[in-house]
């Protein structure tokens, strides 16, 4: 993809955020029920979403080479008023693909990393947004930097018993400076 190409999906994508989230707001997109400001954690859910910022492959020691990758989930729950963002009890999987985009999300083939968090990690990376929108903070740290130019993530929730949730796939390419990130 060309760079202005590039420039012009990455900000069709982050419109596309926007409006979800201003559209999941306008439908009475908020946490229910809520107990001590958070809302109460469910087994299962409707939709997973993954946000990865533009610059999410980041080096996070002192050490020369890209550690892993920053990204947020969100996960909802329809209520039958509309979506509800909500925390879950289950487990989430990171999974990175290197190279071309995977065919099926659910059946992907074998990941080149993939990175469980448990309830009780996510617990620890809990994100309140806007006082209605709940995320997920994630670092992924992969065992050695990817071969390809890109790579492409998707999230999967794996509730305590049932089917799991896939995300929408999120690509990233690999950067040719590195930044650091804490």
């Known amino acids: 993809m060309t760079d202005p190409n590039r420039k012009r999906a990455i900000a069709l994508r982050n419109i596309l955020i926007l409006a979800a989230v201003a559209a999941a707001a306008q439908v009475g997109c908020t946490t229910t029920p809520v107990r001590s400001g958070r809302p109460v954690t469910v087994a299962n859910i409707d939709r997973i979403a993954l946000l990865v910022p533009e ?68 617990a620890q990376r809990i994100v309140g947004q806007y006082n209605a929108l709940w995320s997920y903070s994630l670092r992924v740290r992969w065992p050695a930097v990817p071969q390809s130019s890109k790579v492409w993530l998707i999230a999967r929730y794996r509730p305590p018993s049932g089917n799991a949730v896939y995300s929408s796939p999120a690509e990233q390419r690999m950067p040719s400076k590195v930044s650091k990130r804490d």
Do not use: C
Request: proline content about 7%; overall charge negative.
């Open 55 to 122: 610059n999410a492959i980041v080096n996070w020691d002192d050490k020369p080479g890209l550690d892993g990758i920053v990204a947020q989930v969100m996960h909802f729950k329809d209520y039958g008023k509309g979506p509800k963002s909500v925390l879950v009890s289950g487990e989430v999987d990171i999974m990175v693909f290197e190279g071309p985009k995977p065919d099926r999300f659910d059946n992907a083939g074998k990941p080149f990393f993939s990175q469980t968090f448990t309830s009780g990690q996510l």
